[in-house]
């Protein structure tokens, strides 16, 4: 059971020093007529109105009455205490009930402060009859209409104020929520974009550096019979550094790939495929089918990831000799198709995640074309080669965005 009574907002601790001082004002009120009616004991009255009312007054500053609700109920037994030696004084006493009910069912529990208004209103009519020598119903109305109106009052407001608790806890769960919600959100989103960097890397930098190793290994067995070859494939790897530090440099700039800047999308994979048959031993041919209509960046930069990372699956992984590269507008689609001649593999064999394997290239592949709204298909089977195909729904290119290229 909790011994404290309730916490004061700056408005209930308003409404607080305002019963005392209706308390302390009563108090003086029946002092005061006491003395200007010369009543015999009119000086033991004033001493005891004085007295409950330097008690009354003290409650609100004594640290303990604020922190307990044991505390609280001895320092109204006391004020209670002095109000009957008053009310057995003077009939004016009658009227410190009032403000005193507030204070019982304020800081006593509930069916404490209940029971301590209805010994008080019992005890203010009883008082009042026996100053005026007889008992009626109407003595009682007033000390009982005070006392229910102060239950309601008081009983309201506590309603009032566990409702206004119950949503502040909502709004706290709430902000809480959306805190831990934002968190996931963050964290999601910085998962994305590590699978978006890994994807890039391994369609970009991962796939030149292997293609500078094939060439400088190419070189090594040139030398010392042919080096004019030799040259050549170091010349080739040259350049193929240059463009993967190209590609890094469009991963700090947060840029679109070189390969698509000045040119269209088409123009990129014909390129592509001229330089996967220059610098290996593989003959990629480029088609280009129906008219040609503008593109998203994020399209044609995932069309061209796909054609450049199923090149270097051929050359790596498939052996091929030859590789057809098409490029079809398909009208509310484009697609790109790679057909190679390679010793294939089994789709449903091949680790989902192995990069060594290919498998996290496929997997990269299907990823970025699924985010696009698109579809990835891949039929092989060991011996027959292997044919991609990637497909991507045309969307309309925003205003502040260049048609074909950045």
């Known amino acids: 059971m909790n011994t404290t009574p309730p916490a004061l907002t700056p408005t209930t601790r308003a409404l607080a020093w305002c019963l005392h001082?209706?308390?302390?004002?009563?108090?003086?009120?029946?002092?005061?007529?006491?003395?200007?009616?010369?009543?015999?004991?009119?000086?033991?009255?004033?001493?005891?109105?004085?007295?409950?009312?330097?008690?009354?007054?003290?409650?609100?500053?004594?640290?303990?009455?604020?922190?307990?609700?044991?505390?609280?109920?001895?320092?109204?037994?006391?004020?209670?205490?002095?109000?009957?030696?008053?009310?057995?004084?003077?009939?004016?006493?009658?009227?410190?009930?009032?403000?005193?009910?507030?204070?019982?069912?304020?800081?006593?529990?509930?069916?404490?402060?209940?029971?301590?208004?209805?010994?008080?209103?019992?005890?203010?009519?009883?008082?009042?009859?026996?100053?005026?020598?007889?008992?009626?119903?109407?003595?009682?109305?007033?000390?009982?209409?005070?006392?229910?109106?102060?239950?309601?009052?008081?009983?309201?407001?506590?309603?009032?104020?566990?409702?206004?608790?119950?949503?502040?806890?909502?709004?706290?769960?709430?902000?809480?929520?959306?805190?831990?919600?934002?968190?996931?959100?963050?964290?999601?989103?910085?998962?994305?974009?590590?699978?978006?960097?890994?994807?890039?890397?391994?369609?970009?930098?991962?796939?030149?550096?292997?293609?500078?190793?094939l060439l400088l290994l190419a070189a090594a067995r040139a030398l010392p019979r042919k080096p004019e070859n030799a040259a050549r494939y170091v010349d080739q790897a040259r350049q193929a550094a240059v463009d993967n530090l190209a590609e890094a440099r469009r991963f700090v700039a947060a840029l679109a790939p070189p390969a698509l800047e000045g040119t269209t999308l088409a123009g990129a994979l014909e390129r592509l495929c001229t330089t996967t048959s220059t610098r290996h031993r593989l003959t990629a041919r480029f088609h280009l089918t129906g008219e040609p209509v503008p593109l998203a960046t994020a399209h044609e930069v995932a069309l061209l990831r796909v054609a450049q990372s199923a090149l270097a699956n051929a050359v790596r992984h498939a052996e091929a000799a030859t590789a057809e590269v098409t490029l079809s507008y398909l009208g509310d689609h484009v697609a790109v198709d790679i057909v190679d001649d390679g010793r294939g593999f089994d789709p449903d064999q091949l680790p989902a995640t192995d990069p060594e394997a290919g498998g996290f290239g496929l997997a990269a592949m299907r990823a970025r074309v699924h985010a696009l709204g698109g579809i990835l298909t891949v039929e092989s089977a060991p011996g027959h080669g292997t044919a991609l195909a990637a497909q991507l729904p045309v969307t309309p290119v925003p205003e502040n965005q260049p048609e074909a290229h950045p």
């Open 21 to 213: 001082l209706l308390v302390v004002g009563l108090l003086a009120l029946a002092a005061g007529r006491a003395i200007a009616d010369h009543r015999p004991q009119a000086g033991l009255i004033a001493a005891t109105a004085v007295a409950c009312a330097v008690l009354s007054a003290a409650g609100p500053v004594l640290p303990r009455v604020r922190g307990s609700r044991r505390a609280a109920a001895v320092w109204l037994a006391a004020v209670g205490a002095f109000w009957l030696v008053l009310l057995a004084l003077s009939a004016d006493a009658v009227w410190v009930a009032f403000p005193l009910y507030f204070l019982q069912l304020h800081l006593l529990s509930r069916r404490a402060g209940l029971a301590a208004v209805a010994v008080t209103a019992v005890v203010a009519v009883a008082g009042y009859a026996t100053h005026q020598g007889s008992f009626s119903a109407a003595m009682a109305l007033g000390p009982a209409l005070g006392a229910a109106v102060a239950v309601a009052v008081v009983w309201g407001y506590q309603a009032l104020y566990r409702e206004s608790e119950q949503r502040r806890r909502l709004i706290e769960e709430l902000t809480a929520t959306r805190a831990d919600l934002a968190g996931a959100q963050h964290a999601a989103g910085v998962l994305a974009e590590r699978e978006r960097l890994a994807r890039e890397i391994h369609d970009t930098l991962a796939q030149g550096l292997s293609s500078i190793q």
